[in-house]
């Protein structure tokens, strides 16, 4: 058991992360401690006590990075290793790069400041850097001030992962209540429409949960409704997350095509068939491969695919085969996700999948191995994503991400994901509608911090809609008058 004390609770999110970035299967204890003679302290049972301070920090911001620097080297002396993006811990490091290329750094004076700075490695400084300057490019193309991108959010899908945190329900659940949450959704979406007004619509992403768990003519109904109410004269991407295996047909994806979506996925998440059975993805490696090759023949040239690296009970060897798999079917983008400690931790409330939990707890044990076996997952991912001539374009990363690593996706120069770039970038105003949504406007800071030079300094404001399918349509009044108070300033 580790337990962290701090003075201020400010210093407690970073050290927090950090300490179950190098001690991912130990309990962690906090508390504000204000009594403490230093800033911190770090108790492992059995080990160590270690004290942190920050005397003569100019500020307060100051104070808890070098906090975190000194938690860094202690933890990383302690366990003889270090991390692959040292004190980060947020989910967008790719940020970090795009200011210092908008200041006009250099790649190799970049890759020595983040490693100074920040104790990043120096492969993945590099990979910051070049993705930063492929988003930047792919943004240009963008009316950042003018446009907008369209989220619509399907909370249904065939079974709930084992692993997965999202806001989401099994369709044999909510099948009843489907037709219904599509009245409060079409509701939503015409209140939209009608505030848009001369503003340019850029993208529209339909995700959840799955949405091809619709029956066709609910997604008929759903897509005509998109096409009623939104102009496609400035859109550049349209895409639709087909998802699971499980849930696509030939005739929804005649639908899709039919209403002119530019980009789908089909993802896979492993193509070891034991993994997808423990982890309750219930489909099959053939049916993954049947419809990828179904919407190659209807037509489909933007196809993403999703896999996950470091699922509980899989080698390198296994990834090595998925990979293998992959690479047969040429898919136009690959998204290579690193598990999630904080998800997985979920799947200890399932006894169906109590082997799962074992071979992660193993796993957790020895956190070097981990990072071990994950640095060579993801690399042979790059490897493979080389071999089908896709470059990195969009990174991030999760709290409690398996071996401290990230999330990134590779695509073909011409079919990088423009909405994946947006969500994590923020450079332009997302609206977002159905349960769990969230919508992220970019506004000019005086709109709400008077004093702020009108369009040139920029602020985010978020608007959230209940993750509750239920309260979401009962309460469909109240999320558009959420966003009527911002749409449009």
Avoid at 143 to 161: E, H
């Amino acid at each position: 058991m580790i337990r962290i004390e701090v003075k201020d609770e400010g210093y407690l999110y970073n050290i927090y992360h950090l300490v179950k970035a190098f001690f991912p299967s130990e309990k962690v204890e906090q508390r504000i401690f204000r009594e403490l003679k230093e800033d911190a302290c770090i108790h492992i049972e059995g080990k160590w006590t270690r004290y942190f301070g920050t005397s003569g920090a100019a500020d307060k911001k100051m104070s808890k990075y070098l906090l975190d620097r000194k938690v860094y080297e202690a933890l990383a002396e302690e366990t003889g290793h270090g991390l692959a993006w040292g004190i980060l811990t947020g989910v967008r490091p790719t940020k970090l790069a795009m200011q210092k290329i908008e200041e006009r750094m250099e790649r190799e004076a970049f890759i020595s400041w983040f490693g100074k700075e920040f104790f990043v490695s120096e492969d993945k400084a590099g990979l910051a850097y070049d993705i930063a300057v492929r988003e930047k490019g792919i943004l240009k193309r963008l009316d950042t001030r003018q446009g907008y991108s369209l989220y619509v959010g399907i909370p249904f899908c065939p079974s709930v992962c084992s692993y997965c945190s999202f806001s989401s329900g099994s369709i044999t659940v909510w099948k009843n209540v489907v037709n219904i949450y599509l009245n409060a959704l079409c509701k939503e979406l015409r209140y939209i429409g009608s505030r848009m007004g001369a503003r340019k619509l850029n993208t529209i992403y339909i995700g959840g949960g799955t949405p091809t768990t619709l029956e066709p003519e609910q997604l008929e109904r759903l897509l005509t409704c998109i096409d009623e109410l939104f102009s496609r004269e400035h859109l550049l991407e349209y895409t639709i997350e087909a998802g699971r295996p499980d849930s696509i047909t030939e005739e929804k994806l005649r639908i899709i095509r039919d209403h002119k979506a530019t980009r789908i996925s089909i993802n896979p998440q492993t193509m070891q068939q034991r993994t997808l059975d423990r982890i309750g993805r219930r489909h099959s490696t053939e049916e993954t491969i049947n419809a990828f090759l179904t919407a190659r023949e209807m037509g489909f040239d933007n196809i993403n695919m999703d896999l996950i690296a470091g699922l509980p009970g899989e080698t390198c060897e296994d990834m090595r085969d998925t990979l293998q798999q992959i690479e047969a079917l040429m898919p136009d983008s690959l998204t290579v996700h690193s598990l999630a400690i904080k998800r997985a931790a979920k799947m200890g409330q399932e006894k169906s999948v109590l082997g799962y939990v074992r071979d992660l707890g193993e796993q957790m044990k020895d956190p070097a191995r981990m990072a071990y076996e994950m640095s060579r997952m993801i690399a042979e991912t790059k490897e493979a994503a080389d071999r089908m001539e896709l470059k990195p374009y969009y990174l991030y990363r999760q709290k409690n991400i398996a071996g401290n690593f990230e999330n990134v996706g590779y695509a073909k120069v011409d079919k990088a994901g423009i909405y994946n770039i947006l969500i994590m970038e923020e450079k332009q105003s997302i609206v977002a509608v159905g349960a769990g949504a969230s919508t992220k406007l970019v506004l000019p800071l005086s709109v709400t911090a008077p004093g702020g030079k009108d369009g040139k300094m920029t602020t985010l404001k978020r608007v959230e809609n209940v993750k509750n399918i239920r309260e979401y349509i009962s309460r469909i009044d109240e999320m558009i008058e959420r966003k009527g108070e911002w749409l449009w300033r």
